[in-house]
Every structure is written in structure tokens, then in C-alpha cells.
């Protein structure tokens, strides 16, 4: 089942901050996170593994709620190289191959 | 230079005409996917493969057909393609639990553009 991403869309100004969130019905076995830049592939930022695992990529980090199911993205001190759309995939834990991915954020960072 | 690639990049056709794409792989990856990328729907997968030989349908197969003959090679093949599938498709490539992975992360190829007219 297809994961649900929110916000659909976020504008920053360089310097802020932004969260993206990414929630399943289905308990889960990994959350991965991807970013796609314009007319670009989709790039792997990272997996979590395990309930309350945080990951760090650069100023991009990521946390894994197991018990809620979800999972959230921080951008920190975001930079205009972070604007892309940002993909979150799950895996659920009675088919942990299949990686299905979320509709996905748009975020923009304007100077 | 570890890398997938996929063959056209650009590709308009016509409803019916037959086409293959073709996706490759040099990094010895068992798992191999197909993905079409649709405005506000994300990236659903079409057809995925465990290795040589053994291919499985993913989210929306309905229109295409794999086949996985040598481990490197993935191609998608639109057998009569309409304009519902016009869409922009990648292939993806991994690591699979038999080879040991922990994390499946994918590489992406840069992506095929398809219109069917």
C-alpha cells in the first residue's frame, strides 16, 4: 500500500528548516528516503532499519516511529542544492523486498 | 564507472507499435525493477526481478511484459502500447538478500521519456 507523504509542496527560504513525514498503514520493516532534482534520477539519501533509528546525510537526517509507522525527513539550514522532490519508500515487514514509494514533496529553496 | 543505463532516453510512438526499452546494469546486482513515474503519483513499479530467470509483477504490469535472461539486462517491452502509457520509466538495480544485502538501496537509470500517440 502505497505510503502517504505530507506537505505535497513546501517553499523555503535558504537558511530554514523543513520537515517531511511519510506514514503507512502497514507496519514496516524499513523506510528509505530518495531525492529526485529536476529532469534527474531519484538518488538514494538513506534507510532506517529499526524503530527510533535516526540517520544522518549532510544536514538531511531522518527518524523511524516503528510504533506509529512512520517516518520523518529534517532538512536543517536548508541550501538551495536541497530543492528537488523527495521520495519516501516503505517496506513492509511481510514483503521487506518490496519497496513501495510515496507520491512524493516538491521543496523549493529560494535565496 | 558504476552505472544503469537505459536505451532510448527519448522515445514517440505510435498506439500498437510494439518497442522494447533496454536497461543495464554493471555493478553485479541481482534485483533489478522497472518504474513508471506519473505527476502526483510517484514512482509505482511495474515489474521486478530476483534474478536471471525469475521476474514478478509489481504494482501496475498491466500492458508490459519483462524478461531477464542474463543478470546484467533488464529489458520492458510494450507489446501494443496505448497512449495510457505514456510516462516517464526507469529502471533501478540492487543488491538482493541472496547477495547478502542488509538495505536495498536502489541506483536509478537516468530515465526513458515515452509518448505514445
Not at chain 1, 34 to 46: D, I, N, S
Not at chain 1, 56 to 84: D, P
Not at chain 2, 39 to 53: A, D, K, T
Amino acid at each position: 500500500q502505497q505510503p502517504v507523504q505530507s506537505p505535497q509542496a513546501v517553499i523555503l527560504r535558504e537558511g530554514e528548516d523543513a520537515v517531511i513525514n511519510c506514514s503507512s498503514s502497514k507496519a514496516l520493516y524499513s523506510v528509505h528516503w530518495y531525492r529526485q532534482k529536476h529532469g534527474e534520477a531519484p538518488v538514494f539519501l538513506m534507510i532506517l532499519l529499526k524503530g527510533g533509528e535516526q540517520k544522518g546525510h549532510e544536514k538531511i537526517s531522518a527518524s523511524f516511529n516503528e510504533k506509529k509507522q512512520q517516518s520523518s525527513l529534517y532538512l536543517t539550514a536548508s541550501q538551495l542544492s536541497y530543492s528537488g522532490t523527495y521520495f519516501c519508500g516503505t517496506a513492509e515487514k511481510t514483503s521487506y523486498d518490496k519497496v513501495i514509494f510515496g507520491p512524493g514533496t516538491s521543496l523549493s529553496v529560494i535565496p | 564507472e558504476a552505472q544503469v543505463t537505459q536505451n532510448p532516453r527519448y522515445l514517440i510512438t505510435v498506439t500498437g507499435k510494439k518497442l522494447t526499452v533496454t536497461c543495464s546494469q554493471n555493478m553485479n546486482h541481482e534485483y533489478m525493477s522497472w518504474y513508471r513515474q506519473d505527476p502526483g503519483l510517484g514512482l509505482r513499479q511495474i515489474y521486478y526481478s530476483m534474478n536471471v530467470e525469475v521476474t514478478d509483477k509489481g504494482d501496475v504490469p498491466e500492458g508490459y511484459k519483462v524478461s531477464r535472461k542474463e543478470k546484467r539486462n533488464f529489458p520492458l517491452i510494450l507489446e501494443s502500447p496505448s497512449p495510457n502509457q505514456t510516462s516517464l520509466y526507469f529502471c533501478a538495480s540492487s543488491l538482493s538478500p541472496q547477495q547478502g544485502w542488509t538495505y536495498n538501496e536502489q541506483f536509478f537509470g537516468p530515465g526513458t521519456r515515452l509518448t505514445v500517440l
